[in-house]
């Protein structure tokens, strides 16, 4: 079975402080796929990444970076010089890489909140 | 914009009835999921369709139903409605199973009163 595990309920930091967001995994399988959502206020759920088993590049776009370590089973998310706009429930989920096995779904944590203080 | 498009955006229903809710998703995408988000449970998968077909159902109960029509935009129906369904019904769309990205709609606020 699948599990995603964020265990910081709630984050609140000043604006412009760096976050991170902390997310570890487990699977059976040997090829995976990791994500990150966000969900703002707003309510919908907006794709942030995607990550492969085979890749463990950091990644970096704009003020977000993205950590995923499979020795740990970690694949955890920071924000850099945190602004208002990034309160969010966050969402990291875990899918497995096999295709046409009708088993596609994705497994989501139960989420972190981060309140960016002004 | 996602490019997925959920109607009706909130639904307030009677404990008994029955609801559709509708998604069409996002132009070419094969694959349409289903995902229940509530405060007890978080977000829960219910169903996926490939091409029309179904492809795997998760924690979905017998009261819940849904399919994919021939133009690809899918329905979920919800009946003998209980005030514990009251959720956030969301749909997804994905180009391919499995390795793509699933692209959500903003979902259905469903209250069972």
């Known amino acids: 079975a699948q599990k995603v595990t964020q265990a910081q309920t709630e984050i609140s930091v000043v604006e412009k402080e760096d976050v991170t967001l902390d997310c570890v995994y487990e699977?059976?399988?040997?090829?995976?796929?990791l994500f990150w959502y966000k969900q703002p206020p707003s309510g919908e759920l907006v794709f942030l990444i995607r990550r492969n088993s085979f890749d463990e590049q950091n990644e970096i776009s704009g003020r977000y970076s993205w950590n995923f370590q499979k020795s740990t089973s970690s694949f955890n998310f920071t924000i850099t010089a945190s602004q208002v706009v990034d309160s969010a429930v966050y969402f990291c989920a875990l899918t497995n890489g096999r295709e046409n096995f009708g088993n596609e779904k994705l497994t989501f944590g139960t989420g972190t909140r981060l309140t960016i203080i002004p | 914009d996602s490019g997925v498009t959920q109607t009706p955006k909130h639904l307030i229903t009677a404990t008994g009835q029955r609801v559709t809710l509708r998604c069409s998703p996002r132009s070419g995408d094969l694959s349409v999921y289903w995902y229940q988000q509530s405060l007890d449970q978080g977000l829960q998968f219910l169903i996926h369709y490939y091409n029309g077909e179904e492809r795997a159902k998760g924690n979905i109960l017998e009261r819940f139903s849904a399919q994919q029509f021939p133009d690809l935009h899918s329905e979920l129906n919800l009946s003998s409605l209980e005030l514990g369904d009251s959720a956030l019904y969301f749909c997804?769309?994905?180009?391919?199973?499995?390795?793509?990205?699933?692209?959500f709609g903003q979902g259905t606020r469903l209250t069972v009163v």
């Open positions: 997804a769309s994905s180009a391919r199973t499995g390795r793509a990205e699933a692209f």
């Open positions: 699977t059976r399988d040997t090829t995976y796929y």
